[in-house]
C-alpha cells in the first residue's frame, strides 16, 4: 500500500514521511527507535495535511481524523472514547473566552490523544512489552491505552509523582516504578531500560503521538466555527503545543483558516527551559519543585521546533509564579473548571496577555483537578 507517503509491507511499516531532523534518514522499517540509530538526532514528520472531505464521521472520537495519522488503513482505532472534548465559554476579565476542557479525555487529560495515536502504531508494529517514564498523565494514559492494546507496561514516575496519578496507573495493569529524585531520574531510569532491550514508549521522543495531538486544534476549528484568534496552553516538553500549531498549520494550508493563531506556551516559573530558550538565554535551568508537576521539564527536547511554531505565530511564552498557581487553580473552579496545578497556571498567563490577544482566545485546560492531592 502506497497511501500520503505510507507503506505497508509484512516486515514492518515504513513511515516515510517521518525523518531524522539532524541527518533526514527515514524512520526505521521495523521495530520502535526512539533515536537516529545513524547520528542519534529525533525522528520527526514532516508532511501535515488536511481534507476536509476525508472526516470519517463513522470513526469513534478523534478518530474521524485517522486520515491525516499517517497509519496504515488495516491498523484498527485504538480508542477509549478519547477527543470530542467541550469548548465552552465564559466571562473572564470582561471578555468572553473558550476553555477547551481536555480534562475530559478518558484518563483526565489531554495526553489520551497522543497515546491513542502512538500506543496504535507500536501495536501495528507488533510490540508487546513497552517502558515510559512520567510526571503522572503521560503514564496513565498509556497504562490504559496499553491494557486496551494487551501490551505489558512499566512506567517510570518520580517518588513526587501525585498518589491519584500514581493509583490510576496501577489500576490499568501497569507496573508503576517510583524513582527517587527529580522528573530528569525517571526517564534516565527508563532509558536504563532501553540500553536493556526494552521498547521506549516515550512521548517525549517518539513522534507518533503528534497527528493526535493535532486533532485538539482541528476540533477547536470546528467548535469556534469561525478564526482563531489566540491559543493559551500549558507547556513542559512543549509536544501538544507543537502538535495543535501544526494541526492549525494544515487548517490554513488547507484554506480554512486565514492565519495562525497567536500562541501562549506557558511554564512554570520554577522550571521554565522553554522561556528561556525563547529569549535567547542559554543559562542552565533548575529542576527545581513546583505545583505544576507535569511541565517540570528540565530541557525540552523539540525545544527548536517549539519555539519556532510560537515565535512564527506572532506568540510568546511566559511562565507562572509559584505563589499564582493554586489562587489561578481556584478562580478556575469557581468558574465550574475543577483542574490540577498544571492545567492552572494559564490562569496568571491569561490575566497578563488577555489585553493583548485577539478574539477569540481559546485557553487548554489540560488534567484533571481529580488528579491532584495535596
Known amino acids: ?69 499517517g497509519l496504515p488503513e488495516n491498523v484498527p482505532p485504538l480508542t477509549l472514547g478519547e477527543g470530542n472534548t467541550p469548548l465552552l465559554w465564559a466571562e473572564v476579565f470582561g471578555r468572553q473566552v473558550a476553555f477547551k476542557c481536555e480534562f475530559a479525555n478518558p484518563t483526565g487529560s489531554f495526553k489520551d490523544r497522543g497515546m491513542a495515536t502512538l500506543v496504535a502504531a507500536l501495536k501495528a508494529r507488533g510490540v508487546t512489552e513497552a517502558v515510559e517514564d512520567s510526571s503522572g498523565n503521560a503514564g496513565a494514559a498509556f497504562a490504559a491505552y496499553a491494557a486496551r492494546a494487551n501490551i505489558k507496561a512499566r512506567v517510570f514516575v518520580p517518588e513526587s509523582a501525585s498518589g491519584p496519578k500514581r493509583i490510576q496507573i496501577e489500576m490499568y495493569g501497569a507496573e508503576l516504578v517510583p524513582v527517587p529524585g527529580p522528573r530528569s531520574a525517571a526517564t534516565a531510569t527508563a532509558l536504563k531500560a532501553v540500553e536493556q532491550g526494552a521498547v521506549y514508549a516515550s512521548h517525549a521522543y517518539l513522534p507518533f503521538n503528534l497527528p493526535g495531538y493535532a486533532t485538539a486544534a482541528y476540533e477547536i476549528w470546528e467548535q469556534v466555527g469561525s478564526e482563531v484568534g489566540a491559543v493559551i496552553v500549558p507547556a513542559g516538553q512543549g509536544g501538544f503545543l507543537l502538535g495543535m500549531a501544526r494541526g492549525f498549520q494544515a487548517l490554513v494550508n488547507a484554506n480554512l483558516l486565514k492565519r495562525m493563531p497567536v500562541l501562549i506556551g506557558v511554564q512554570a516559573a520554577a522550571c521554565a527551559p522553554l522561556v528561556a530558550f525563547a529569549e535567547g538565554r542559554s543559562m542552565e535551568i533548575g529542576e527545581e519543585p513546583t505545583l505544576a508537576e507535569g511541565v517540570r521539564v528540565r530541557d525540552a527536547l523539540r525545544k527548536v521546533e517549539v519555539v519556532k511554531v510560537v515565535l512564527d505565530s506572532g506568540g510568546r511564552f511566559v511562565s507562572a509564579e509559584e505563589a499564582d498557581i493554586l489562587p489561578g487553580r481556584d478562580e478556575l473552579a469557581h468558574r465550574g473548571f475543577y483542574v490540577e496545578p498544571t492545567s492552572a497556571i494559564v490562569w496568571s498567563a491569561l490575566r497578563a496577555e488577555l489585553v493583548n490577544l485577539p478574539d477569540p482566545v481559546v485557553v487548554v485546560l489540560t488534567g484533571s483537578g481529580y488528579k491532584f492531592r495535596t
Do not use: K
Not at 40 to 52: C, E, K, T, V
Open 1 to 69: 500500500m502506497d497511501r500520503g507517503g505510507l507503506h505497508s509491507e509484512t516486515r514492518g511499516i515504513i513511515l516515510t514521511e517521518i525523518r531524522c531532523l539532524d541527518c533526514g534518514q527515514p524512520y526505521p522499517e521495523t521495530g520502535v527507535s526512539h533515536r537516529c540509530p545513524r547520528c542519534g538526532g529525533l525522528f520527526d514528520a514532516s508532511l501535515w495535511n488536511f481534507d476536509l472531505s476525508r472526516i470519517d464521521s463513522s470513526q469513534p472520537g478523534l478518530w474521524r481524523y485517522r486520515d491525516t495519522f
